[in-house]
């Protein structure tokens, strides 16, 4: 569809223009009368403006040039801004289709020369759905995920975070208790924080360690898959429970595939939230934005790099549009 407004003396000469210009099925939208331009309009000279539509592309008019902007043209101008937009958040690592629509929600006033700070303003209300934000604590935070993501590590630094902040004891819960080793690392960072810190090696000491052990209460998890029958039970027991919140925890760096599949793989856990770590090491989470999105699971903590506590951050929808747009968050704003 071709868009033209067109100004003169009278309203027949700006049919004929129209017809001239668009032929006979142009369509007129609107005429009124307006001031005319020039000398004419000083003297309080009045002519038509006419805007017309047609299917065809119009033909240049070498006879009356129109010095006034063609709607066409202004509308090409507003889809050259959406493309820049798009440009910046396909940079920024997000898959074409979610910028674009992204870029389409920018405030129209604002699109042209858009700035950082606007796009992460757009970036911050579109991606609302995904962030958990500051939410306080469920009484039971269990922790999933496959092995050496960053589970044990995630938990060391909340929990260091909240004594340092608010001098809160969230207390520790390890049901990892198959490997040698994994249990007292958690049980060291106890010690180290003063939590109140059990184990559980069998599913009856888990279901009892989550009804004695104070709450707020961090459940640290085996790194294997709830396929195992140990594990399975474990999730049967927590999935009995209405006072519990599961944290799937996702390397930064995994493709939007692979994290598909974990989503699978840890659906008996029924997680609800999702920890990025190694952010220090992923060149964007734009694809995990867009699988998070289809899924609607919101993000709850960054994990930024190895060290307890400062390296982890709660997301927010500003904290998540700053690390988009590659703007990290430096120290503790958990
Ligand atoms: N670079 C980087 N390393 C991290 C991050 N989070 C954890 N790590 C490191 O990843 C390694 C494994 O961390 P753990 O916390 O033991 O991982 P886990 O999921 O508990 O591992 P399993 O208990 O074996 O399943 C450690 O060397 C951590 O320091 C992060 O955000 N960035
Ligand atoms: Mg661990």
Same mark, same amino acid.
């Given at each position: 569809?071709?868009?033209?407004?067109?100004?003169?003396?009278?309203? @027949?000469?700006?049919?004929?223009?129209?017809?001239?210009?668009?032929?006979?099925?142009?369509?007129?939208?609107?005429?009124?009368?307006?001031?005319? $331009?020039?000398?004419?309009?000083?003297?309080?000279?009045?002519?038509?403006?006419? $805007?017309?539509?047609?299917?065809?592309?119009?033909?240049?008019?070498?006879?009356?040039?129109?010095?006034?902007?063609?709607?066409?043209?202004?509308?090409?101008?507003?889809?050259?801004?959406?493309? *820049?937009?798009? #440009?910046?958040?396909?940079?920024? !690592?997000?898959?074409?289709?979610?910028?674009?629509?992204?870029? @389409?929600?920018? /405030?129209?006033?604002?699109?042209?020369?858009?700035?950082? %700070?606007?796009?992460?303003?757009?970036?911050?209300?579109?991606?609302?759905?995904?962030?958990? !934000?500051?939410?306080?604590? #469920?009484?039971?935070?269990?922790? &999933?995920? /496959? /092995?050496?993501?960053? @589970?044990?590590?995630?938990?060391?630094?909340?929990?260091?975070?909240?004594? #340092?902040?608010?001098? +809160?004891?969230?207390?520790?819960?390890?049901?990892?208790?198959?490997? &040698?080793?994994?249990?007292? *690392?958690?049980?060291?960072?106890?010690?180290?924080?003063?939590?109140?810190?059990? #184990?559980?090696?069998?599913?009856?000491?888990?279901?009892?360690?989550?009804? +004695?052990?104070?709450?707020?209460?961090?459940?640290?998890?085996? !790194?294997?898959?709830?396929? %195992?029958?140990?594990?399975?039970?474990?999730?049967?027991?927590?999935?009995?429970?209405?006072?519990?919140?599961?944290?799937?925890?996702? /390397?930064?760096?995994?493709?939007?595939?692979?994290?598909?599949?974990?989503?699978?793989?840890?659906?008996?856990?029924?997680?609800?939230? &999702?920890?990025? $770590?190694?952010?220090?090491?992923?060149?964007?989470?734009?694809?995990?934005?867009?699988?998070?999105?289809?899924?609607?699971?919101?993000?709850?903590?960054?994990?930024?790099?190895?060290?307890?506590?400062?390296?982890?951050?709660?997301?927010?929808?500003?904290?998540?549009?700053?690390?988009?747009?590659?703007?990290?968050?430096?120290?503790?704003?958990?």
């Amino acid at each position: 569809m071709h868009l033209k407004r067109y100004r003169r003396a009278t309203l @027949k000469d700006a049919l004929r223009a129209v017809r001239e210009e668009l032929g006979p099925d142009a369509l007129v939208l609107s005429t009124r009368e307006v001031t005319a $331009t020039g000398v004419r309009g000083l003297m309080g000279g009045r002519e038509i403006e006419l $805007t017309a539509a047609a299917e065809r592309p119009m033909v240049p008019d070498t006879r009356h040039s129109d010095p006034e902007p063609v709607i066409a043209a202004r509308r090409s101008r507003s889809d050259r801004a959406i493309d *820049q937009i798009t #440009a910046r958040l396909e940079a920024a !690592g997000l898959p074409t289709d979610l910028a674009r629509e992204i870029a @389409k929600s920018h /405030p129209v006033t604002r699109r042209r020369g858009a700035d950082t %700070d606007s796009i992460k303003e757009t970036l911050a209300r579109e991606l609302s759905a995904i962030v958990a !934000g500051d939410e306080p604590y #469920a009484p039971i935070e269990v922790f &999933v995920g /496959p /092995p050496g993501v960053g @589970k044990t590590t995630t938990i060391a630094k909340i929990a260091a975070q909240e004594r #340092a902040r608010r001098g +809160q004891r969230l207390a520790l819960l390890g049901a990892d208790g198959f490997r &040698v080793g994994a249990i007292e *690392q958690l049980r060291l960072y106890a010690d180290i924080l003063g939590a109140q810190f059990s #184990a559980a090696r069998t599913p009856d000491e888990f279901a009892r360690a989550l009804d +004695q052990t104070a709450h707020p209460l961090l459940v640290d998890t085996a !790194g294997r898959s709830p396929s %195992d029958d140990v594990a399975k039970e474990m999730f049967r027991a927590l999935g009995t429970r209405t006072n519990v919140r599961t944290h799937l925890v996702i /390397p930064a760096t995994t493709s939007a595939r692979s994290a598909e599949r974990l989503f699978e793989r840890f659906a008996d856990a029924r997680p609800t939230r &999702v920890v990025l $770590t190694r952010l220090d090491e992923a060149d964007t989470i734009g694809p995990l934005v867009n699988v998070l999105l289809a899924r609607q699971v919101p993000l709850s903590f960054f994990g930024t790099g190895q060290n307890v506590p400062v390296d982890l951050h709660r997301v927010t929808a500003p904290v998540l549009a700053d690390w988009l747009m590659g703007e990290m968050v430096q120290g503790a704003v958990a």
